[in-house]
């Protein structure tokens, strides 16, 4: 993966779920349903006002916090950090390589995020102006991808990109 993919798709991604609270903003309804039981049909609604505070909260707070996270990988503490062979890591002096990697498992796992949040906000949109009031079917396999496609790069993690001997030749 090129070095730069990581913090370009958490970029568009976050420019692209902003994009859709301002879309909600400008075309949601007055009432919106903003709850959703286990069927998918709505159980709870919400002014427009409220919908777009709480779509843009979690938009932001998504998006910061794993800008956050990913900015503090360079400097926190390797004690929080929890990789196979940590400190093989550190005493083949490779503690910038492993930060790096860090960095950018960060991001995709943001930029993962960042899709799930826009989906969210783009299936709130679809419930309220098509007066169905239900989740939309593609918004469950949006989330079971995103649930998948997350584990399966946990796994990935934990059993090859921080094996150090992909490093060590």
Do not use: C
């Amino acid at each position: 993966m090129s070095r730069n993919a990581a913090p370009v798709a958490f970029a568009l991604t976050t420019v692209a779920a902003v994009a859709a609270v301002i879309v909600a903003a400008l075309v949601l309804p007055e009432r919106v349903p903003t709850h959703f039981g286990a069927t998918g049909d709505a159980d709870d609604w919400s002014s427009r006002a409220g919908a777009v505070t709480f779509l843009a909260l979690l938009t932001a707070g998504m998006a910061g916090m794993f800008a956050a996270f990913a900015r503090g990988s360079a400097r926190m503490s390797m004690e929080w950090v929890n990789v196979p062979h940590k400190q093989r890591w550190i005493e083949a002096g490779l503690e910038a390589e492993l930060r790096r990697r860090l960095r950018e498992d960060l991001l995709l796992f943001g930029a993962g995020t960042n899709v799930l949040v826009l989906s969210t906000t783009l299936a709130v949109i679809q419930a309220a102006r098509s007066g169905a009031d239900a989740l939309p079917w593609w918004w469950v396999t949006v989330f079971a991808l995103w649930l998948v496609a997350t584990i399966a790069h946990a796994v990935f993690m934990q059993r090859v990109r921080y094996r150090l001997e992909r490093v060590v030749r």
